[in-house]
């Protein structure tokens, strides 16, 4: 079965924009999360989505913001970006439960 | 609060010889506990969980971790390392008893495999 699909890999944008990251989970898997991934805070939660409502939500700061659509795919916004954004951003799909949680290839966002 | 540590930034071992990664968790009951491990510029890929049951989970590549309650410890090991087992492994808890909370990460380890 095809796996997390994360779009795009790769993003260059300037401080002061926004951007928008897609996650598509597993086939039948209703819960999203969201991680921040830099080399000295290691992975960070930024939220989890499930049935399209926030069911979790990290110590991030408003300027970071995520949905969930009826097929279960999430997008997460970052707007007025900041040179500390710059991270590699991991999605995760799972079932009901938490007993399983499988991950995308990540979105590496660069600040500049 | 549930939290994961592990006390190990870097882990060297040369080929054949077995590798252990140290993990410990706290958390308020019985935790779901996980590895996973990253190469570069990759996500994070499953080796193995532990739910319940057998203490003793074996997973992916020849990798395996014992659940250590008393000790509260998840450590993963492997008998015989390969230099392409080089790479950052992460250990991770969620309590399933405290309703909807996340999974919370380690730090990492890094792994290197001399030959």
């Known amino acids: 079965k095809a796996g997390v699909t994360q779009t795009p890999r790769y993003l260059i944008k300037t401080r002061g924009q926004q951007v928008t990251l897609s996650c598509s989970p597993i086939s039948g898997h209703r819960s999203v999360s969201w991680y921040q991934q830099t080399p000295g805070q290691g992975l960070q939660f930024l939220f989890e989505?499930?049935?399209?409502?926030?069911?979790n939500k990290g110590n991030f700061p408003g300027r970071f913001s995520g949905r969930q659509f009826s097929n279960s795919r999430s997008e997460m916004n970052v707007s007025t970006l900041e040179l500390g954004d710059s991270a590699l951003y991991l999605c995760?799909?799972?079932?009901?439960?938490?007993?399983?949680?499988?991950f995308g290839s990540g979105t590496r966002l660069t600040v500049v | 609060a549930q939290s994961v540590a592990q006390p190990e930034d870097q882990v060297n071992v040369a080929e054949g010889n077995p590798l252990t990664v140290k993990c410990t968790y706290s958390v308020s009951g019985n935790p779901y506990l996980f590895w996973y491990v990253q190469y570069p510029n990759r996500g994070l890929q499953f080796l193995l969980k532990y739910i319940t049951g057998d203490n003793l989970v074996k997973g992916s590549y020849g990798f395996e971790a014992e659940f250590n309650k008393s000790q509260t410890s998840f450590h993963l090991k492997k008998p015989s390392a390969l230099v392409s087992d080089s790479a950052l492994y992460f250990c991770?808890?969620?309590?399933?008893?405290?309703?909807?909370?996340?999974?919370?990460f380690g730090k990492g380890t890094r792994l290197s495999v001399i030959a």
């Open positions: 995760a799909s799972s079932l009901a439960g938490g007993k399983d949680y499988t």
């Open positions: 991770a808890v969620r309590d399933p008893n405290s309703g909807n909370t996340p999974l919370v």
């Open positions: 989505y499930f049935s399209e409502t926030q069911r």
